[in-house]
């Protein structure tokens, strides 16, 4: 039987989630949105490319937030709600995001009980543990994508100034998805490698404060609207680990519980993702240093979850 994947928001991070998961056939697809008839007219658009790169994907579409095209998923998406405007931080959307994904988890979790759910929309970590409140599920099955983003896009930046394979670079950005955000140089490599032995300190130094204010630069360029190739290719890296029952480590929002010291928020740390959604948090060596960072970055996220009054 075929597995099928949700998108909850078919705009530019949603349909290109459904791109790049066409392409890996791995499920079928509905695209759900507010807005009549973008989704369907997307999904067909992406249905008529199948031919083309000779993939056998069902792929539907479903607007006015018609959530019962959902029924029975395997996994859900939720991409809906407002990305940032120019100036605008991630936690500005609060507000208005939290109605719109409180209200997609209550309708979808009614028609699939069974989901695993990956969020995008932000506040990212704020609007994970929403998710998680409103559906009901197990923390290891609601996890929110942001971590993949941030290291790839540090990985992206130390491949350009070395001139090495993004292959061979591993980096980890942890911590809660905002300017807080925790790039460990430490535990960030070349092929073994250590990253402080391959380039000089100032260099290293503007790349960890570019990967931080990485997805402002793109608004800053776009003008309108946010990122959506980058982030939309890490969600489809999660639905295929989950699917696939890969066990694949990356970072990832999930729900702490005494990991690094922390207890009752959502937030970035490497997650061993499998069928069960998240099978467990890795909890790396850090150094105090390190430690006070991600404390400064869960701090800011905790006050944040505590807007929500849940
Ligand atoms: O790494 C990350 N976590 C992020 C987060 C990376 C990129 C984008 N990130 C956030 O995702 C961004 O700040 C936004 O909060 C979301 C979605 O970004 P996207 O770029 O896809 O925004 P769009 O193009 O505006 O699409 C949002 C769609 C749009 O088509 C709305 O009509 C729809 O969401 N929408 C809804 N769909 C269904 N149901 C409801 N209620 C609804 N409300 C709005």
Not at 21 to 39: H, K, N, S, T, Y
Not at 75 to 82: C, P
Not at 230 to 252: C, F, G, H, R, T
């Amino acid at each position: 039987m075929s597995k099928k994947v949700s998108i909850i928001g078919a705009g530019m991070t949603g349909s290109t989630t459904a791109h790049w998961l066409a392409q890996r056939e791995i499920a079928d697809l509905v695209l759900v949105d507010v807005v009549e008839g973008m989704p369907e007219g997307k999904a067909l658009d992406l249905l008529e490319a199948m031919p083309v790169i000779g993939k056998d994907v069902s792929i539907t579409g479903a607007g006015g937030a018609g959530f019962e095209a959902t029924a029975g998923s395997d996994i859900i998406v939720i991409t809906a709600g407002l990305p940032r405007k120019p100036g605008m931080s991630r936690d500005d959307l609060l507000a208005a995001n939290s109605e719109i994904v409180g209200k997609v988890a209550e309708e979808t979790i009614k028609l699939s009980p069974d989901a695993i759910y990956i969020v995008l929309t932000n506040p990212l970590d704020v609007m994970t543990y929403l998710t998680w409140k409103k559906t009901g599920l197990p923390p290891n099955r609601v996890i929110g994508q942001a971590g993949i983003l941030d290291s790839a896009r540090m990985r992206a930046f130390v491949a350009l100034a070395l001139n090495v394979s993004v292959e061979n670079i591993n980096c980890y950005v942890l911590g809660g998805h905002g300017d807080s955000m925790v790039p460990l140089t430490r535990h960030s490599n070349v092929a073994g490698v250590p990253l402080h032995k391959t380039m000089s300190a100032e260099l290293l130094d503007g790349i960890v404060e570019r990967t931080r204010s990485g997805g402002g630069e793109i608004v800053k360029l776009l003008k309108q609207g946010s990122a959506y190739y980058a982030p939309s290719a890490a969600i489809a890296q999660m639905v295929e680990a989950i699917l696939k029952d890969k066990q694949l480590i990356v970072p990832a929002a999930v729900y702490m519980q005494g990991e690094y010291g922390l207890k009752d928020i959502y937030f970035g740390a490497p997650a061993q993702l499998g069928a069960n959604g998240v099978e467990k948090i890795i909890e790396y060596d850090l150094n105090d240093e390190e430690m006070a960072a991600l404390k400064q970055s869960a701090e800011g996220v905790a006050a944040n979850t505590a807007k929500l009054g849940l």
